[in-house]
């Protein structure tokens, strides 16, 4: 009983010197409590603990599976020896084996789980995976992936050209060209939205990248959303202001814009629009849209209001209302 109350003294005034960060005293006073009692696990998950801090982690790893042994051999509270193994993973994310944290953070979650192991195993797992992905990058390899897309695309054969431009970017992540190209497989394959996404995602990589905004410009018009893909258009006109595709395409969405068109035609391609069915949605709005029907000149009062004129400007745009008024 002596021995363990001189050990708890030990390990009192090794606590103290930690908290100064006089490290060396601190070593000095967890070993004695060791020698005194070698069945508490606690004194190891502190060794462990300064070892971490003077970044010496091999120690700190070797105390912690010491203590994992003594609370093992003692019976000792589950808590603790989930503490000893979240400090052993710790040490090893600190000293670069990822592999190794990964498994003592399931072990002290084996053992206890908390909020604060399950966000350390989180961690580790989005490490390794993020250095999985950094060690599988390799451009020649993307690009000898790309030209068998390449070759796919001109064969027709849309799915197996996705096939080779997806390994490219993975080999690859942040060459532009390769999303566009597979942009445009995705819209062969009518996945308009897989390709607006690659557009973006080439656009965001190189913003000056004509190919991406002509591709995400014929897309929106195969959509049906004219207004949007003018935007686009524009965007493209100011990189290449002699572009004849850019010149082209807006023309041409203009044209549909502004023709006098089937009604029907009208409002299913302007339906297409999320930002058109949520302002259809909006039950203010449909009283505001019934009340410009039967008096015109109502709309010059809404118009007043910045928000309610972005919305009917929007919905005049898209082909759904005409505003007459003084």
């Given amino acids: ?28 006073h967890y070993t004695k409590a060791i020698e005194l009692d070698p069945t508490e696990l606690t004194f190891h998950s502190n060794l462990a603990a300064v070892y971490f801090e003077m970044k010496d982690y091999e120690k700190s790893v070797k105390e912690c599976e010491q203590a994992v042994e003594v609370g093992r051999e003692s019976r000792a509270d589950f808590k603790l020896i989930a503490k000893a193994y979240n400090r052993m993973g710790s040490a090893y994310k600190k000293a670069g084996n990822l592999q190794a944290a990964k498994t003592a953070f399931e072990k002290a979650l084996t053992e206890h789980r908390t909020p604060e192991y399950r966000q350390n195993l989180s961690e580790v797992e989005s490490a390794i995976k ?110 290449a202001p002699d572009n004849d595709e850019a010149k082209q395409g807006y023309k041409e969405c203009a044209v549909r814009q502004y023709s006098n068109t089937d009604p029907e035609e009208v409002r299913n391609r302007a339906m297409s629009d999320p930002e058109v069915i949520q302002i259809m949605g909006d039950p203010a709005m449909r009283m505001i849209l019934e009340q410009m029907q039967s008096d015109p000149q109502a709309v010059s009062e809404h118009l007043k209001n910045p928000e309610i004129m972005k919305k009917i400007m929007k919905l005049k745009d898209a082909g759904l209302i005409s505003m007459q008024y003084r």
């Fill in 1 to 28: 009983m002596a021995q363990k109350e001189a050990a708890a003294k030990e390990k009192e005034l090794g606590n103290a010197a930690y908290k100064k960060k006089d490290f060396n005293t601190a070593i000095s």
């Fill in 130 to 239: 993020k250095a999985d992905e950094q060690a599988y990058i390799n451009p020649e390899l993307a690009e000898a992936e790309k030209l068998k897309g390449n070759e796919s695309f001109k064969t027709g054969n849309w799915a197996d050209a996705v096939k080779h431009y997806s390994e490219a970017i993975r080999r690859n992540p942040q060459d532009a060209k390769i999303y566009s190209n597979r942009a445009a497989c995705y819209t062969k394959l009518t996945a308009f939205d897989l390709a607006l996404k690659d557009c973006d995602k080439s656009i965001e990589l190189d913003p000056l990248f004509l190919k991406a905004y002509l591709r995400k410009g014929n897309v929106l018009k195969g959509m049906g959303q004219i207004q949007k893909a003018m935007e686009v258009y524009e965007k493209a006109m100011d990189i």
